[in-house]
């Protein structure tokens, strides 16, 4: 049902002003019975386009990093050959044996999980739409862009501009899961790097001294229960303004790949960690590999978990980005201009999350 702007921004603040997120409204649904709000029900013509796009029984790759230690070696050479066609073709892809513990991984999900699911009092001195705040909770960055809400809260740990996490800014029922994913999640991403730039056919090094990993920003999701979960999106189709986005999902299931028009599925993997090729990635590979559009579901019956960290390399001027000087040939001239991460981002998050590229800013 279409509601008028005046009506909506009032409902939109009244539940912001709560203070306790999408889990609130389940929590104090009367009977345990949700009753969907207006604000979070998708617009007639999004779930029409929906109809025109169908779904697929393909699945993103699955990358074996067993072995890629083994430097020269022809194991490590298929491994880099698999990340360079899913980056090419799909922008998304499963990785196993990456390294990190199970119980680090578990544990992560489960300290997201128990921050989003404690009383709502606790967490009302997190909730902030402040950019400047390094912690904070909300729901949905966009809250009063969007045209419609998406079911989701998020824990928000915003590594862009301080590099250096202090631990003592984190909520203590998340503090030491947190700390520790990020030290095991950081020395993975640097062999990521390393086999992304070989991909590309770079010196290993090459990424890391671009510095790509070095501002970054960690997600927590908490997606509710939702009664309908086609009438609302847990997460609005988009790209990630990012290098790359390592993502860290429970069992439940939910996100899904835009692939040839197709809607593709990524099925939960015990352990595994998914990566995706962010815009940045896209506009320094000079259109080599590619950011794709990707969106979210809520489950009937489950709250579903996610950790997702977006790594977005240096993002205080003067420091510039553009397509690498040796991805540019004549058969594949310059695509974008240099900018900076800064200008980037201003960009990217003056608007709602939505499936319109953030790639024509800066395309030439």
């Given at each position: ?21 999408v ?59 698999e990340?360079k ?68 809260d ?8 301080n ?39 770079l ?50 299931g ?42 979210a ?55 709602g ?5 953030g790639?024509?800013?800066v395309?030439?």
């Amino acid at each position: 049902m279409e509601i008028l702007a005046d009506d909506r921004t009032k409902q939109l603040r009244a539940f912001d002003d709560t203070k306790a997120g999408v889990k609130g409204l389940v929590d104090a649904a009367v009977g345990g019975v949700v009753d969907i709000p207006n604000i979070f029900i998708r617009p007639p013509d999004e779930v029409a386009e929906d109809l025109e796009v169908s779904k697929t029984g393909l699945q993103v790759p699955v990358i074996d990093l067993h072995g890629v230690g083994d430097k020269g070696s022809l194991r490590r050479e298929n491994i880099i050959n698999e990340i360079k066609d899913a980056s090419e073709k799909w922008g998304f892809f499963q990785v196993v044996n990456h390294g990190i513990p199970t119980k680090v991984l578990e544990d992560i999900l489960k300290a997201v999980r128990g921050f989003h699911e404690q009383d709502v009092e606790m967490k009302k001195d997190y909730y902030w739409r402040d950019p400047e705040r390094m912690v904070k909770f909300n729901t949905n960055y966009d809250l009063y862009m969007s045209r419609a809400a998406n079911w989701r809260d998020t824990l928000i740990i915003d590594m862009l501009k301080n590099y250096h996490l202090d631990p003592q800014d984190l909520p203590s029922i998340c503090r030491e899961a947190t700390v520790n994913y990020i030290d095991h999640l950081m020395k993975f991403v640097d062999t990521l790097l390393e086999l992304l730039s070989e991909a590309l056919g770079l010196e290993p090094s090459y990424l890391k001294r671009l510095e790509c990993e070095k501002g970054k920003t960690l997600a927590g999701h908490y997606y509710p229960a939702c009664p309908e979960p086609d009438k609302t999106h847990g997460l609005n189709k988009h790209t990630d303004a990012s290098f790359i986005t390592l993502l860290l999902q429970d069992d439940i299931g939910g996100l899904q790949v835009l692939h040839q028009n197709q809607w593709a599925n990524v099925e939960p993997i015990p352990s595994a960690l998914v990566v995706n090729i962010g815009d940045l990635l896209q506009i320094i590979s000079n259109d080599k590999f590619k950011s794709v559009i990707h969106r979210a579901f809520g489950n009937v019956t489950r709250a579903r978990t996610s950790v997702a960290c977006f790594f977005h390399g240096v993002a205080t001027p003067p420091k510039t980005y553009g397509p690498i000087e040796k991805l540019i040939t004549k058969e594949r001239p310059q695509m974008y201009c240099e900018f900076t991460v800064k200008d980037y981002m201003m960009k990217f998050y003056s608007r709602g999350l939505d499936e319109k590229s953030g790639l024509n800013y800066v395309r030439i």
